[in-house]
């Protein structure tokens, strides 16, 4: 079982920053990935970005590309979404999500909020 938990959203000003945490406990694989997802009200939940647990090759939503990065810390088995340039687009419940080749376990979220 794999259980993931995110940390970090919050209220920020257009244009600032935030960075998300997401701290993975339990059994990964070799094909294991954790993503970043989010949903705003009345919006489908979308990817965001999303890293190889063992390749680190990262991959990200075009609407993100150049302003969001995603990272991942060996030694804290965590993941990082450091979000800068914030928008008001940007407002949403972010989810870190993970496993082996496709994304199976789920975090409860956490409200990032760009207001101008």
């Known amino acids: 079982q794999v259980q993931l938990l995110e940390s970090g959203g919050g209220l920020v000003q257009t244009g600032g920053s935030l960075r998300l945490s997401c701290t993975v406990s339990g059994r990964t694989f070799s094909s294991f990935v954790v993503g970043w997802f989010r949903q705003a009200p009345g919006k489908e939940r979308e990817f965001v970005a999303g890293?190889?647990?063992?390749?680190?090759?990262?991959s990200y939503a075009d609407s993100v590309k150049g302003r969001f990065t995603i990272s991942r810390d060996n030694g804290k088995n965590a993941v990082y979404l450091q979000m800068n340039s914030l928008k008001p687009e940007d407002t949403a419940v972010y989810y870190c999500?993970?496993?082996?080749?496709?994304?199976?376990?789920w975090g409860q979220g956490t409200q990032v909020t760009a207001s101008s």
């Open positions: 999500a993970g496993g082996a080749g496709t994304y199976n376990y």
């Open positions: 890293i190889n647990w063992s390749s680190y090759i990262t």
